[in-house]
């Protein structure tokens, strides 16, 4: 896969850019900008380079439709005062705006395309559809970069059709988040301990799947943790459930058994009402979730355990906050795991735009941890062993005799 260098020189160039600018985004404000700020090494040295550089990226799920909520604008003015220039935004992705943006650029400028997601095209299950968005995307380039690691599972016209047309190279970021992922699939060191979190079982199925044969522990939290607690027989009240997820979680209970892996699971729960701000709280034990209780973290003891499972670990992977952290008196559990993670001997990986915005949010240095990953699902499935369509695609380049 080629990187950067590979694209020769890129002076005067424009180089279309995809990087994963999906940030949090409430009335317009951007909460973390942890991606954004990811996405600027790459922008930068192509600017740098003299090339013409035009990014391209999503937020949120529009419904291929422009959608002012969803209006890449405050992102592009925010990447602008990362990089400490001015960025150009076109409204609309390939329509006149873009043309007009693009042409105007001078060498080492840089413009942001309005969300691409705001084009059926981009998101379409028909290839034609597709490829019919990714050429007019591809009239605004001589090159592609493909750089927004947390959008390379998504077969999308602007992450996998666009890289079929023209040359292209894999940008930093990517390159380091693969670097990353392959330490933890390949010989990792062990004891190797992968903490799991978030609100769904469905959503983490595959990776579990996959993980019961290569981590030597897993520990599980947050909001699909009822499921599992349901699985061994428990009520857990009017917690989070996935009703038709408890046959799978009694099934990997049983694969872990057997394959010898350790499943870790919270022995105390903190339990409030409403999940709400000030909502009355209290901590109980896994097995004896009130009726009317919504388990809203895990517990104290629970933190303790966490943290000894992780102690000696030489290999973390974590994706998914413990609780629902955003409210501070149920941050207990994120905050320990995260904590635990910064004390470990060895490579430490946190991913998943939550767990990510968790440990800054929660006030972690970012280099406390070995590696910070901007990709959710992107990492589980790379982990799950998948196919990403956006790394394959850049396997070859246009033209070139397979
Ligand atoms: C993400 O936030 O997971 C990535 O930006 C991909 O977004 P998507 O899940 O909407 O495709
Ligand atoms: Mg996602």
Known sequence: MSTLDSLGDVHGKSVLVRSDLNVPLSDGK???????????????????AGARVVVMAHLGRPKGAPDPAYSLAPVAERLGELLGEPVAFAADTVGPRAHEVVEALAPGQVAVLENVRFDPGETSKDDGEREVFARRLAELGDAFVSDGFGVVHRKQASVYDVARLLPHAMGGLVAAEVAVLRRLTEHPDRPYAVVLGGSKVSDKLGVIDA???????LLIGGGMVFTFLRAQGHDVGRSLLEEDQVEACRGYLAKAEQAGVRIVLPTDVRVADEVKEGSPLSVVPADQIPADGIGVDIGPASEELF???????????????MGVFEIDAFAGGTRAVARALTRVDGLTVVGGGDSAAAVRTLGFAESAFSHISTGGGASLEYLEGKHLPGL???EDQPGAAR
């Open 392 to 394: 394959e695609v850049l």
């Open 307 to 321: 943290a000894e499972a992780l102690a000696d670990a030489r290999t973390v992977f974590w994706n998914g906050p």
């Open 211 to 217: 993980l019961l044969t290569k981590a030597d522990r």
């Open 30 to 48: 951007i909460g973390d900008d942890g991606r954004i700020r990811a996405s600027v090494p790459t922008i930068r040295e192509l600017a740098d």
